[in-house]
T-cell receptor, first 114, second 112 residues
Framework: NAGVTQTPKFRILKIGQSMTLQCAQDMNHNYMYWYRQDPGMGLKLIYYSVGAGITDKGEVPNGYNVSRSTTEDFPLRLELAAPSQTSVYFC?????????????FGPGTRLTVT | AQSVTQLGSHVSVSEGALVLLRCNYSSSVPPYLFWYVQYPNQGLQLLLKYTSAATLVKGINGFEAEFKKSETSFHLTKPSAHMSDAAEYFC??????????FGTGTKLQVIP
C-alpha cells in the first residue's frame, strides 16, 4: 500500500493564480480530509468528505473548493491564490466503518503564494 | 463541541530524562483521544489512541498516555528521552469519526 499520496510536494504561486492539490489513497477509506498547518496553529480543517459525491466545509473553507468523484481521490482547488494561503497542506483519510478512527496522513504540500 | 489544549508549545528535556507532554480536552460526548507525532518535513503519524478499553494506553517508541476523566487530561509520557524523540507532538480529540480537533502542538527538544 502506498497509503495517502499528495502531489506536488512544493509549489510557488503568484497572487491570483489557481492550482489543484492532488490527494489519493489506496486503503479504500470512506473519509478524507484536507488540513492546513501554520506555525504554532496546529491543523485546521478545510474540507472533508464522507464518501464519493459528499463533501462538507471545515473550519477554514474560504478560498478553497473540493470534489470527490471517486473513493480514492480528493483534490483541493485553490482559486485566486492569496498570500494568506501560504501554508503546508495535508490530506488525510480514515476508514469510517469501525472506530475509533485514526487518520492516515500524506506527506504534505508546501505552498508559497507571492 | 470539542477542544484540546496543549500546555507548552516547546519542551526541552535532557537525553535520558522523563518526557511529559500535557494535553487537556473538552468534549460533550465520551471522547476518543489520540497522540500524533510529526517529524520535520513529514506528515503526522499515530503514536497511540484511547478507545475507552483501558485508561493507560501504550504506544510506539516507548510512549504511553493515561486517560484521566476527572482531570479531563491525556498526558503523554516516556520514561527516558532519546535523541530520536525530537519532533512535534499533537494531541487530538474526536467524539466520532467525522471530525477530529487537533491541539496546537508541542515541539520536543532533546538535549544531549
Amino acid at each position: 500500500n502506498a497509503g495517502v499520496t499528495q502531489t506536488p510536494k512544493f509549489r510557488i504561486l503568484k497572487i491570483g493564480q489557481s492550482m489543484t492539490l492532488q490527494c489519493a489513497q489506496d486503503m479504500n477509506h470512506n473519509y478524507m480530509y484536507w488540513y492546513r498547518q501554520d506555525p504554532g496553529m496546529g491543523l485546521k480543517l478545510i474540507y472533508y468528505s464522507v464518501g464519493a459525491g459528499i463533501t462538507d466545509k471545515g473550519e477554514v473553507p474560504n478560498g478553497y473548493n473540493v470534489s470527490r468523484s471517486t473513493t480514492e481521490d480528493f483534490p483541493l482547488r485553490l482559486e485566486l491564490a492569496a498570500p494568506s494561503q501560504t501554508s503546508v497542506y495535508f490530506c488525510a483519510s480514515t476508514s469510517g466503518t469501525s472506530g475509533p478512527y485514526e487518520q492516515y496522513f500524506g506527506p504534505g504540500t508546501r505552498l508559497t503564494v507571492t | 463541541a470539542q477542544s484540546v489544549t496543549q500546555l507548552g508549545s516547546h519542551v526541552s528535556v535532557s537525553e535520558g530524562a522523563l518526557v511529559l507532554l500535557r494535553c487537556n480536552y473538552s468534549s460533550s460526548v465520551p471522547p476518543y483521544l489520540f497522540w500524533y507525532v510529526q517529524y520535520p518535513n513529514q506528515g503526522l503519524q499515530l503514536l497511540l489512541k484511547y478507545t475507552s478499553a483501558a485508561t493507560l494506553v501504550k504506544g510506539i517508541n516507548g510512549f504511553e498516555a493515561e486517560f484521566k476523566k476527572s482531570e479531563t487530561s491525556f498526558h503523554l509520557t516516556k520514561p527516558s528521552a532519546h535523541m530520536s524523540d525530537a519532533a512535534e507532538y499533537f494531541c487530538a480529540v474526536t467524539g466520532g469519526y467525522q471530525k477530529v480537533t487537533f491541539g496546537t502542538g508541542t515541539k520536543l527538544q532533546v538535549i544531549p
